[in-house]
């Protein structure tokens, strides 16, 4: 990045975070019914009692430090005391399987492992006695036990009245995090990011984002994942900026109330959820408060196809101060009444879901890299956004279009070159070989094109592109995003593979076909609704309804029904919410071929 960066490191981040923002409120967890909030100071204090307690375990420099954790204090913590010590931080999912916890931990040979729970702590030792490296663990909540592990305040004790000053890193290519990738084809990858890669990205988040030290978030989205750690993390650490830790998924819309944030970092599903929900609610209510919405929502929509011919309406304009009074402020009041914007990344939101969300008066800002890439590549920001794209490159990021990868003269494989591209996988040379170029740009796999102006558009993932018997490529992730609106339709999965027409595996949403049958005087209940022919019918209709602007060969000729969920706890999800195709295919690949066999 050019000398304009904000932060060389993450050691520097830290240093001017806690500096600047001292009495100022950090994070905020539920406790007992109540918000309480630690400030930046605070905070401060016990990263320095963790360094020098990491620092008398023996970490230093190079040495690893690894946790299984869903967001909280301690795991913000434990990042910052182990960067101070020139030594990297592992950060793993509570929901993956214990075998991808002992293959990370064997794979990184961390020395300290910090985990959630005393449950977490008794599944490791199990698989303890061949993880040579292991020196400590440590349980964030729950006893210690002698000669196994520390209780967090026994961790912290150690460090009490034995201070050890945080140390930058001499060269910024120091590798400050593993992060191991998603694991949909084979084993995690561990994605090393350096000092420069965050502290960078986090200097290229100030120079666009509108993110100020006023601003809150609900923190959901897990700081394990690139996205989450880098934009809300690191991002609002630095800015000073607070964020409420939620307390679990079920409980977002609860805790955006009493939250109150201003922004939220997010993946599609979340706000796919806000309009499914939302759709539900006005279709339950019915009546003017239906009408309203839904005028309301119309309205919007034609303002800004004014604004985007240059044009306006008073008439519409004065309609909006109305509508956002009577409709959009009630709303926003079920997320805390304060929410501005909406930060989404991951994978790609729906364009219909995206001017959902804006017409209600959050602003979405659209995003677009990967944990090799630390992870912000392009973004759309105040002065430059379009829906429906990913944005433009950040500050000291360019953005190059393969079309040789693809055959295509428009869609190529999209190259990433700047400050943020990764040191590399650790220990897989030939991984590494694959993904860079000659000059360090770095292969992302997927695809897309750029417009005129340098807005990126993704259309698929080349790995996950197949080829129909009549020679045509199918991207199945950005057919399957358009079915989930469906409010019948929990999750999806299209195949086609060298056959002649597509296929989907259909995840059907049962408390509404619950209620849907009730209305339709069907009585079978539960997964029984899955056999009914009505229902059968139903799907096809909306999977017809929400795939009208597919192409002709992309277009759903047969449906599979199933009740169970891809969930991480079946291992048909990875921890950052992607489909395990080859694992879904093992377990329903039977159905989904048969239906080629009518």
Known sequence: MPSESKFQNMTQLYAHAVKSFGPRPLFGTKVAGEWKWTTYAEFGNEVELARSAFAGLGVGKGDRVAVIANNRSEWAVG??????????????????????????????????????????????????????????????????????????????????????????????????????????????????????????????????????????????????????????????????????????????????????????????????????????TMSADGGLKKKLFYAAIANEDKRKLLASQGKSSGVADLKHKIFDKLVFQKVRARFGGKLKYAFSGGAAISKEVAEFIDNLGITVYEGYGLTETSPIATANWPGARKIGSVGKAIPGVRIVIDHAATGDDKNGEILVYGHNVMQGYHDLPGENEKVFTADH????????????????????????????????????????????????????????????????????????????????????????????????????????????????????????????????????????????????????GEKLTSLYDA
């Open 79 to 280: 990042a910052y005391a182990t960067y101070g010590l020139r030594a990297s931080y592992v950060p793993m999912y509570e929901q993956q399987l214990p075998k991808e916890w002992h293959y990370i931990l064997a794979d990184c040979r961390a020395k300290v492992l910090l985990v959630a729970n005393e449950q977490i702590r008794d599944r490791i030792e199990e698989v303890r006695g061949d993880l040579k490296e292991l020196e400590t663990v440590v349980v964030m909540t729950g006893k210690g036990v002698p000669g196994k592990s520390l209780a967090w305040s026994e961790l912290l004790a150690l460090g009490k009245g034995k201070p050890v000053p945080a140390v930058e890193p001499e060269d910024n290519k120091e590798i400050a995090g593993f992060i191991y990738t998603s694991g949909t084809t084979g084993n995690p990858k561990g994605v090393l990011l350096s000092h420069g890669n965050l502290a960078n990205n986090v200097s290229a988040i100030h120079a666009v984002f509108p993110m100020s030290d006023n601003d809150r978030s609900l923190s959901f989205l897990p700081w394990a994942h690139s996205f989450g750690q880098t934009v809300e993390l690191h991002g609002l650490f630095s800015m000073g900026a607070s964020m409420g830790i939620a307390e679990a998924v079920d409980k977002i819309i609860e805790n955006l109330g009493e939250v109150q944030p201003t922004l939220l970092v997010s993946v599609p599903r979340i706000f796919n959820r806000i309009y499914d929900g939302l759709h539900k």
């Open 441 to 588: 740009g770095f292969r992302t796999g997927d695809m897309g094109f750029l417009d005129d102006a340098g807005f990126l558009y993704i259309t698929g993932r080349i790995k996950e592109q197949y080829k129909l018997e009549n020679g045509k490529y199918v991207s199945p992730a950005p057919l399957e995003e358009h079915l989930k609106l469906s409010p019948y339709i929990a999750n999806v999965m299209v195949y086609g593979d060298n056959k002649p027409y597509n296929v989907a595996l259909i995840v059907a949403d049962l408390p509404a076909l619950e209620q849907w049958a009730g209305e339709h005087e069907l009585t079978a209940k539960g997964e029984a609704l899955l056999a009914e022919p009505a229902v059968m019918k139903l799907l096809e209709e909306q999977v017809a309804k929400y795939s009208s602007e597919f192409k002709q060969f992309e277009k759903i000729r047969k449906l599979a029904l199933v009740s169970e969920d891809f969930t991480t706890a079946n291992d048909m999800l990875t921890p950052s919410l992607k489909v395990k195709r080859r694992v879904v295919l093992k377990k329903h």
